[in-house]
């Protein structure tokens, strides 16, 4: 045991989702743009504000980095890594598969985690060592064996204008290689489900440290493997990740990858 964070992440955590499960009611969700596909709106930037506060006073000798307001690793040995909305493109057109992520790290290395997505009802935790919960349910991946009968998921980053190709032949090889392919939105909430056994690989490039930091712990935790695309160890902040049941993992990585240079 690391030491006892799930209880105060769960807390923040439950605290936060009254707020989005507030937006998710809206009639409507206004945003503003950080580029002409990637959207914020008010509910983003007041859960992260709820978060910073709620962390810092739980626990005041960590480091803070949040996707809305940045933040620096810097002369912290141990930091949070949060995600006020994952799937924000959902929560503004009310799809409410959208959750709320919070993950301490240490160095590159995970070591606690939540995500809730309040209208999934659903809360996920973990911490080294201690196995991935959900709603206080231990989970664990899949255990399929072939790719011919697992469901693959990814996600389009926001350079996804730029990667029309890459993504295109990403999707093509899961459509040769998969018995379904899904993209749902929400990185965070694709390896929750990965950890619970309900999708069975997940890939993506382009993705951002607070995408993952949570959900790579659960799969790991679940029983899964996580790496970058090579199938190097995964660098939380080298903006790709591969996930999965380690009985296809590379088998699937071998397939989803074919055509592209990694
Ligand atoms: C996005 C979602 C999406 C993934 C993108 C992420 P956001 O996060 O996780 O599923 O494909 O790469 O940026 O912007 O909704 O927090
Ligand atoms: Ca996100």
């Keep these: ?12 955590l439950r605290e936060a989702g009254e707020l989005l499960s507030e937006g998710l009611k809206q009639d409507n969700r206004s945003f503003t743009r950080k580029n002409s596909i990637d959207l914020v709106t008010c509910w983003d930037t007041k859960i992260e504000q709820l978060l910073t506060r709620r962390l810092e006073e739980l626990f005041p000798d960590h480091g803070i ?10 002369g ?3 930091c949070f ?14 799809f409410p598969f959208c959750c709320i992520s919070i993950a301490c790290v240490e160095g590159n290395a995970p070591i606690a985690g939540g995500v809730y997505a309040p209208a999934l009802d659903k809360l996920f935790l973990a911490e080294t060592g201690s196995g991935a919960t959900c709603n206080g349910e231990p989970v664990s991946v899949s255990g399929i064996s072939s790719c011919d009968e697992a469901l693959f998921v990814t996600g389009f ?5 730029h990667q029309k190709e890459r993504l295109l032949q990403i999707v093509g090889n899961g459509i040769s290689s998969y018995q379904g392919v899904r993209r749902t939105g929400s990185a965070a909430l694709d390896l929750c489900y990965v950890a619970s056994g309900i999708f069975d690989f997940y890939l993506e ?9 949570a959900g790579a712990l659960f799969v790991e935790e679940a029983g899964g493997r996580v790496s970058m695309l090579d199938g190097s160890p995964l660098d939380l902040f080298g903006r790709q990740i591969a996930a999965g049941n380690p009985a296809i993992f590379k088998e699937a990585l071998k397939k989803t990858l074919e055509g592209l240079a990694v």
């Design 1 to 12: 045991m690391i030491g006892d964070y799930s209880g105060g992440i769960a807390e923040i």
């Design 65 to 74: 980095i949040g996707e809305e307001g940045g933040g620096s690793r810097e």
């Design 205 to 213: 490039t382009g993705i951002h440290a607070w995408d993952i930091a």
């Design 81 to 94: 890594i949060v995600d006020p909305i994952d799937g924000t493109t959902n929560f503004v057109h009310g």
């Design 76 to 78: 912290f040995r141990r």
């Design 157 to 161: 980053s926001y350079e996804r204008r």
